[in-house]
Structures are given as structure tokens and as C-alpha cells.
């Protein structure tokens, strides 16, 4: 897996945007970075996840840089309920190009939403 | 659709005793995984399976054994339980060839104490 790094916390005002940063300067070609989260004592949920475009779902959009060496995470309007854990992961693709999901997980990034 | 369903939901072990997890998936995925996640940390992988009837050893696999008859099942097996597999364990799936999805879907998660 690419190594990512990301800080260890941040704080966002509901309603406004919340953008997290992932470094991932060792990605590969053909290694895809995914978002997922954890809420407190839950099994992790998956976000989103690209390769080179930009892309965006109803949970959030994900914006990876041109030399892919990093991405930011943005949920446009977030809520009390979007206080958790994310975490940037960058798995190694199988032989078909797909990822195993054999997902290594870092410490992530503790997100808090207050009102 | 039930998505990743784990059984038990909590258990409590004495030392030396045996047991095992069971994961079942409904998505007709070829991928499952084991993870342990200690207070504090992220998940670690301690054995996956990429198709039925195959297994293979994670980042912490010692104290652990895997099987996986039936593509829809995962089992993790404890054949002496010691305190310090004391964790919360979440299985997860991922792939379907026909829909060619590539996130993983987490169960909510086993939390095993070994007393």
C-alpha cells in the first residue's frame, strides 16, 4: 500500500464545509484512494474513492491533485452526524486492477463537527 | 439486503478457551477480510480470503485460524483465547465480478474480552 498521512484532528462548524487532507506522495499509477469512516464504535463505512478525476457521490466529493501525490476529502454541509474518524487509504491493486480491499488503515483523521 | 452480518455480537472468554466468529455476506462478494481494532487504533488485517475455499495470513495472523467453506461465509477461529486478543473484530467483504464494485463493506463488529 502507498503510505498516507493525514492530521491527526480537525474541527468544523456544522454547516459549513469540512475539507480533509490526505498526503500520498508514493501512490503508483494504477492505486486508487479511498475514504472511509468510522463512527464511534461502528464498522467502518466507505465514502468515495478515484483514480486521477475528480469525483463526487452524495456523501462527498474527493479532489486528487495532478500528480495525484494528494487528495482533500470535502463534505459540503456538514453535520453533528458527520463526527468521526476518516481515514485515506491507498490499497495495492490486484492483478485484474481491481483492489482486494486489503486495506491498511492508519490512525485517520478525527473529524468533529460542533454546532 | 442484510449487507455483513457478524454472530456473536459480544463475547467473554477465560483464558485458554476456544471460539469462533462468524461472518456472513449476502452481496455475492469474492473478498472477505478479518480485521482487530485495539482502543486507540486503527484496524489491522489478520487474515482475508480472496475466493472460496482459499485463505491467506494478514499484517497480525498469529493465534488465529480462518476458513472459508462457503463463499458467503468467513470464519475466525480462537483455539486459545489470551487476553491480548482482547479487541473489537470487524469482518468485511468486497468485489462482486458482476457488479465490479470495489469498496468493502464492514460488519458492526464483534467485541471480545478474554479475561
Known amino acids: 500500500d502507498a503510505k498516507t498521512t493525514q492530521p491527526p484532528s480537525m474541527d468544523c462548524a456544522e454547516g459549513r464545509a469540512a475539507n480533509l487532507p490526505c498526503n500520498h506522495s508514493?501512490?503508483?499509477?494504477?492505486?486508487?484512494v479511498y475514504w472511509y469512516r468510522q463512527i464511534h464504535s461502528q464498522g467502518p463505512q466507505y465514502i468515495i474513492h478515484g483514480l486521477k478525476n475528480n469525483e463526487t457521490n452524495e456523501m462527498a466529493s474527493l479532489i486528487i491533485t495532478e500528480d495525484r501525490k494528494s487528495s482533500t476529502l470535502i463534505l459540503p454541509h456538514a453535520t453533528l452526524r458527520d463526527t468521526a474518524v476518516y481515514y485515506c487509504i491507498a490499497p495495492p491493486p490486484n492483478a485484474g486492477g481491481t483492489s482486494y480491499g486489503k486495506l491498511t488503515f492508519g490512525q485517520g483523521t478525527i473529524l468533529t463537527v460542533h454546532p | 439486503n442484510a449487507g455483513v452480518t457478524q454472530t456473536p455480537k459480544f463475547r467473554v472468554l477465560k483464558t485458554g478457551q476456544s471460539m469462533t466468529l462468524l461472518c456472513a455476506q449476502d452481496?455475492?462478494?469474492?473478498?472477505m477480510y478479518w480485521y482487530r481494532q485495539d482502543p486507540g487504533m486503527g484496524l489491522r488485517l489478520i487474515h482475508y480470503?480472496?475466493?472460496?475455499?482459499?485463505?491467506a495470513k494478514g499484517e497480525v495472523p498469529d493465534g488465529y485460524n480462518v476458513s472459508r467453506l462457503k463463499k458467503q461465509n468467513f470464519l475466525l477461529g480462537l483455539e486459545s483465547a489470551a487476553p491480548s486478543q482482547t479487541s473489537v473484530y470487524f469482518c468485511?467483504?468486497?468485489?462482486?465480478?458482476?457488479?465490479?464494485?470495489?469498496?468493502?463493506?464492514f460488519g458492526q463488529g464483534t467485541r471480545l474480552t478474554v479475561v
Open positions: 480470503s480472496v475466493g472460496e475455499g482459499t485463505t
Open positions: 452481496m455475492n462478494h469474492e473478498y
Open positions: 508514493t501512490i503508483s499509477g494504477n492505486e486508487y
Open positions: 468485511a467483504s468486497s468485489y462482486s465480478i458482476r457488479v465490479k464494485n470495489t469498496e468493502a463493506f
